[in-house]
């Protein structure tokens, strides 16, 4: 019976595979490749949800990597639950088809109550107190502390935030990749599944900290091309067919777009006042933007103002698209989640979800890493702030202090967007800066789309 591993290295496109990625380059030129038209929008959630279950966000509903819950007026990120997705995934058919079949799914995300034999995804836990411990979550329960045994604490700082990518106290730059990896093995070694999905991040921070084109990101590529061809060359040692595949691909950036902002300044914009600082009220707000990376969804809960929002948001600069209901349909994003107005920015370009127009109201999450509270995606938690004097010996004693059981808030994100060097979300002009598709197996063509991935997938497997 034929196995297979899909790994996921984030960002990679035809433009980065070469000289610096020379056991990638090399497994491409043995292999059959193609460009994939990418997910729209291009976001982690949105495209591993069209590889997996050959649908649009139509149909499985996932529609970024957040969405605006109407119902209990809440902006929602980066949850877990598997039961979003709303159409039936491949190893669920390949189940069905392929006796002894089992799925191994690591740190894809969507990777809590699935039926995906074996899950690890990063997980916290939150006592009652406020304090945050970095962990990981796992099906069945007995993987978590055979894993940690095995392989030790996974490097959480690493995976996000200001550590992730750089060489700091919690770990290499590479040093989340590298684990994951290692759980990729060790499941293979303990399981053997018949379909391995593998996450890859690494190249995913500094391609948006520094932008793709920064001379830095040559060290970045040989550590993902060392991690990816190991991991190639060993899965191919067992008899494991390997897919290696992306899920977008990353441009260089130098205007992000403040669209609350914009709103607030028409009065659209309803905050209420927390201890001194500004929390967005989405409930009571004439019109929002969810913001995520270069797409935003625009909730409008005054249908009045429906005409004037769009003439706003088409006037702004570096906004490339504005969809109404007719386009979402020809996008396939027209699911309750989406907003009322769906909108994509220029290559150059990409949303903020900051409403505050003065930095001292900013709410006190803002200048944390706190990917749940935040009614948008924020890549600026992918620095620290140049304006705190020793900033790192202030996180020492903020740790220090965590240590020994009190309070603390670590407030050492800035609040300038600017930082931001790379973006994704929208569709790339080049297919250059697309994402890709490389398979041992013949492929229908140069490009596919995005739920084109599904049959790859499937026809690896059945052989």
Request: proline share 9%; hydrophobic share 40%; with cysteine.
């Given at each position: 019976m034929p196995r297979v591993a899909v790994l996921n290295v984030v960002g990679l496109t035809p433009s980065l595979v070469g000289p610096r990625t020379p056991r990638l380059a090399a497994f491409a030129k043995r292999g059959?490749?193609?460009?994939?038209?990418?997910?729209?929008?291009?976001?982690?959630?949105?495209?591993?949800?069209?590889?997996?279950?050959?649908?649009?966000?139509?149909?499985?509903?996932?529609?970024?990597?957040?969405?605006?819950?109407?119902s209990l007026a809440e902006v929602h990120f980066w949850k877990q639950s598997n039961h979003l997705v709303a159409a039936p995934k491949v190893w669920d058919e390949l189940r069905g088809l392929v006796p002894g079949f089992t799925c191994a799914k690591m740190f894809w995300w969507y990777n809590m109550y699935s039926t995906a034999d074996f899950s690890v995804t990063p997980r916290p836990m939150y006592p009652a107190d406020g304090r945050k411990f970095f962990d990981v979550y796992s099906w069945p329960y007995a993987l978590r502390p055979d894993l940690k045994a095995a392989l030790g604490?996974?490097?959480?700082?690493?995976?996000?935030?200001?550590?992730?990518?750089?060489?700091?106290?919690?770990?290499?730059?590479?040093?989340?990749?590298?684990?994951?990896?290692?759980?990729?093995?060790?499941?293979?070694?303990?399981?053997r599944p018949t379909l391995n999905l593998v996450y890859l991040p690494h190249l995913d921070y500094n391609l948006q900290r520094l932008g793709p084109h920064h001379p830095a990101v040559a060290e970045d590529l040989g550590r993902i091309d060392a991690i990816a061809g190991d991991l190639i060359d060993y899965l191919e040692a067992r008899g494991?067919?390997?897919?290696?595949?992306?899920?977008?691909?990353?441009?260089?950036?130098?205007?992000?777009?403040?669209?609350?902002?914009?709103?607030?300044?028409?009065?659209?914009?309803?905050v209420r006042e927390e201890l001194g600082l500004e929390v967005l009220d989405a409930g009571n707000s004439r019109a929002f933007a969810v913001a995520d990376h270069q797409s935003a969804h625009i909730q409008i809960n005054d249908p009045g103002i429906a005409g004037e929002v769009r003439a706003l948001l088409e006037s702004i600069p570096g906004v490339a698209e504005v969809h109404g209901a007719e386009g979402k349909r020809r996008l396939g994003l027209d699911h309750p989640r989406a907003g009322d107005l769906v909108a994509f920015s220029r290559e150059n370009a990409w949303f903020t979800y900051y409403y505050w127009l003065d930095d001292a109201k900013a709410p006190d999450f803002a200048r944390c890493v706190d990917i749940h509270r935040k009614p948008g995606y924020d890549p600026v938690e992918l620095f620290l702030d140049p304006a705190i004097p020793a900033v790192k010996l202030r996180i020492l004693a903020k740790l220090l202090r965590k240590k020994l059981g009190f309070r603390m808030l670590m407030d050492v994100i800035p609040l300038d967007a600017t930082l931001v060097r790379g973006s994704h979300g929208c569709r790339p002009k080049s297919e250059a800066d697309w994402p890709m598709l490389v398979s041992g197996q013949p492929l229908p063509g140069a490009r596919m789309g995005s739920t084109d991935v599904y049959a790859v997938i499937r026809a690896a497997v059945l052989g």
């Open positions: 059959h490749v193609a460009a994939i038209d990418p997910a729209l929008p291009a976001v982690t959630c949105t495209a591993q949800s069209d590889y997996l279950t050959g649908r649009r966000p139509s149909v499985h509903g996932i529609v970024a990597n957040g969405w605006y819950d109407r604490d996974f490097p959480f700082p690493t995976f996000w935030g200001p550590a992730a990518g750089i060489q700091s106290p919690q770990g290499t730059p590479d040093a989340a990749s590298r684990w994951i990896a290692a759980s990729a093995r060790w499941i293979e070694e303990k399981h494991v067919a390997v897919i290696v595949l992306s899920e977008y691909g990353i441009t260089p950036v130098d205007t992000p777009i403040h669209l609350n902002r914009e709103f607030r300044k028409k009065g659209w914009i309803t």
